[in-house]
């Protein structure tokens, strides 16, 4: 059972321009959220994370949106560099409950930013 | 951000043999884990602990074993490798705080085994 979903396994885009990555997810208890960026052969990196009392987080070049309603949230990267490719998963828990920390992730979505 | 370390980054190691996996934390968080990660995939937790001589499992099945006898240690154990166990295993922690928590990643180990 799949919980967190990230539908699309790859995405292209235009230095510049703008990325759209998108995530859903199936557990109505989870209420924290966050995204990493991974490279190959390395660890994941923690890029933002919002908490479900937010529909907005941003930090720099990175906003990560909530609708909790539909259950999914989005990470955009203004403006995108060839430095922003790489593998991005979308990660959720249940802070407030029973999970104690513990992630769950969707597949990945592999960003590529052509020069 | 935690400083989290891996060792070895790589190994490749024939069927049958035993293997430690090291990962060493220098920032005092309490929660550790270890995900196993394949190309393509999500990570998966096999193992965590919640502080010294806590361990658990994850929600993927692993025939690896963990300690934790100190804060800063979290070292993985297979006892007889296998093909099967060729992946990529990644380690985090995070402080102990009630609620919202960051994982932060050591740079992973990849695992072939022959």
């Known amino acids: 059972d799949q919980q967190v979903k990230q539908n699309s396994p790859s995405l292209s885009v235009q230095e510049g321009r703008i990325s759209i990555l998108n995530c859903d997810y199936t557990n109505s208890m989870f209420d924290y959220f966050l995204w990493y960026k991974k490279y190959p052969a390395e660890g994941p990196t923690f890029l933002i994370s919002i908490s479900s009392i937010k529909d907005k987080n941003e930090d720099g070049r990175f906003t990560v949106f909530l609708n909790k309603s539909a259950k999914h949230l989005s990470l955009h990267i203004v403006p995108s560099q060839p430095g922003d490719s790489a593998v991005y998963f979308c990660a959720a828990t249940d802070a407030g409950g029973t999970s104690y920390g513990k992630l769950t992730f969707g597949q990945g979505t592999i960003l590529t930013v052509h020069p | 951000e935690a400083d989290i370390y891996q060792t070895p980054r790589y190994l490749v190691i024939g069927t049958g043999k035993k293997i430690t996996l090291e990962c060493s934390q220098t920032?005092?968080?309490?929660?550790m884990y270890w995900y196993q990660q394949d190309p393509g995939m999500e990570l998966h937790l096999i193992h965590y602990s919640y502080g010294v001589n806590s361990t658990e499992k994850g929600d993927l099945s692993s025939e690896s074993t963990v300690s934790r006898i100190r804060t800063e240690h979290f070292p993985l154990t297979l006892e007889s490798a296998r093909p099967s166990h060729t992946s990529q295993y990644l380690c985090?922690?995070?402080?102990?705080?009630?609620?919202?928590?960051?994982?932060?990643f050591g740079p992973g180990t990849r695992l072939t085994v022959l």
């Open positions: 920032m005092g968080h309490d929660k």
């Open positions: 985090a922690s995070s402080g102990w705080k009630v609620g919202a928590d960051t994982q932060y």
